[in-house]
């Protein structure tokens, strides 16, 4: 029910309110990817691109290959000024589809 509540909010752009759902779950499931990986959505969307960076960097411990992840290290990446690392993290999603 909380995962369907943070996608929600996401697709929404309520985004304190995700990152609170994202807090909701974490707490019950600590390694939880779909909260980390929402939380870090939800963080670069309010600007907090330090926190985004952990969460991103949490999840994809997680799941490395995910590719949505995978773009939102590449976004936080590049608001960080590591352009180069964004665009080699962005290659193989431009290649896979």
Known sequence: ???AELQRCLDAG???SAVAVAD???VAQRRSFPARRGRARANLSLGRVMDAEQDVAEALLLM???PQA????AQVDHRL????AAVDRLRPLSRAG
């Open 64 to 66: 490395p290959q995910d």
């Open 14 to 16: 309520l985004h304190e």
């Open 24 to 26: 909701a779950l974490l």
């Open 1 to 3: 029910m909380l995962l």
């Open 70 to 73: 995978g773009r939102i290290r």
């Open 81 to 84: 000024g590591r352009v180069d």
